[in-house]
């Protein structure tokens, strides 16, 4: 029997049922395996008394601090952290916060490996606590962890060092394998890690119904993501106001979303353009297979779950040439993978609509991931570290 203590500061809650849905979903199928047994840790940081006051730590301060999430046991600890100040001590904040719960929680469930699901804070801290326990660690790497804490002077090092001191890690795909490497970590110790997909959930529908049913006459253009720089929706909007008949739907939320509105209204778009804020996994779904294009201008990424949540779902998907695209897009029928240009993507749109493949091959495109697989791998790379 293998036993896992997953360590994730990207897991859904009550608060937040969207965060990290694609941790859950691969740390679900892990735990369905027969012979694995998981836990979870899913540490909360809440600023000192009287920040944590604040309404944006309120919901997350009334968290239960275990409970029962789908089936799987989650331990929801605290640890401080300082808003905006002092990034570099996160790790070990948490670290010190979490060591006496797991000693606890190892007299009880002896956990072979600790599985850290992310690089920033978690890999650093997972380094910490498993010195302390005496038990090997993972790292899985999936895009901003790695491009941006680990570039940065006060938080790079701790990546840095984290992934050396790993017994193995995981990458999203071969790219991001590749940006790892750059950084110093060791290549033998790094396996590209592909997501999986819920062929289930998504899956093509009658695209014109679909459609009707939003209101929407004619193309239709979804991006999904959260609203900030990286993510390029400014580039999307100015596409989209390139192409005279097509809806743009934007999916998600952040910083960027004022300036993104005032970009719609400068440009005059704003009867073909929708915010529609955070959404469910199943609402998302339901957008991506009414979309004739999924439209992703991505600076950097590791390998995005839209792209292959869109290909499942029968939609095409024009994207930039970052991280694993090459991997994910890997046939014609998939999409274009093009410049990071408002030209090229609003070119690369217009190719698809005046050609678009046909649902079902495009969502043949997407078959290489499924979650079965995905758990499988993870067993067997957490079993050769315990």
Request: charged share 25%.
């Amino acid at each position: 029997m293998l036993r896992v203590l997953t360590l994730s500061t990207l897991f859904p809650n009550a608060a937040e049922p969207t965060l990290g849905v694609f941790v859950e979903r691969q740390t679900l199928g892990l735990a369905a395996l027969d012979d694995v047994e998981v836990e979870v840790v899913a540490p909360v940081g809440l600023p000192p008394w009287p920040l944590s006051l604040h309404p944006h730590y309120r919901a997350r301060a009334g968290l239960a601090r275990e409970e029962e999430w789908k089936g799987l046991r989650v331990h929801r600890p605290r640890f401080s952290v300082w808003p905006k100040l002092g990034q570099a001590r996160t790790p070990r904040a948490m670290a010190q916060a979490l060591l006496p719960m797991l000693r606890r929680v190892r007299a009880r469930f002896p956990f072979d490996v600790i599985d850290a699901e992310f690089f920033w804070p978690d890999g650093p801290a997972a380094m910490l606590l498993a010195e302390a326990l005496g038990v090997p660690f993972s790292v899985k790497a999936r895009g901003a962890d790695v491009h941006y804490w680990g570039t940065r002077g006060d938080t790079g090092p701790g990546v840095i060092a984290a992934g050396r001191a790993a017994g193995g890690l995981l990458a999203v795909s071969g790219a991001m394998r590749d940006s790892m490497v750059a950084l110093g970590m060791p290549a033998e110790k790094v396996r590209v890690h592909h997501t999986g997909v819920d062929t289930g959930r998504f899956a093509p529908v009658d695209r014109a119904a679909a459609k009707a049913a939003l209101g929407v006459a004619g193309p239709l253009v979804v991006t999904a993501g959260a609203l900030i720089p990286r993510k390029g929706q400014d580039l999307a909007i100015a596409a989209v106001a390139r192409l005279p008949d097509a809806t743009l739907i934007l999916v998600g939320d952040g910083p960027d979303r004022p300036m993104l509105e005032r970009l719609v209204r400068e440009l005059k778009i704003e009867s073909r353009v929708r915010f529609l804020g955070r959404l469910t996994h199943e609402e998302v779904a339901g957008l991506l297979a009414a979309a004739d294009v999924m439209l992703l201008p991505s600076e950097s990424e590791g390998l995005a779950n839209v792209w292959v949540e869109a290909m499942a779902c029968g939609t095409p998907v024009v994207t930039t040439d970052a991280g694993g695209a090459r991997e994910a897009i890997a046939v014609p029928e998939g999409g274009r993978i093009v410049a990071r240009e408002v030209g090229a993507l609003a070119e690369a749109v217009r190719e698809v609509l005046a050609e678009p493949p046909a649902q079902e091959a495009v969502r043949a495109a997407a078959g290489r991931f499924s979650w079965e697989r995905n758990a499988s791998e993870l067993r067997a790379h957490l079993l050769a570290l315990s």
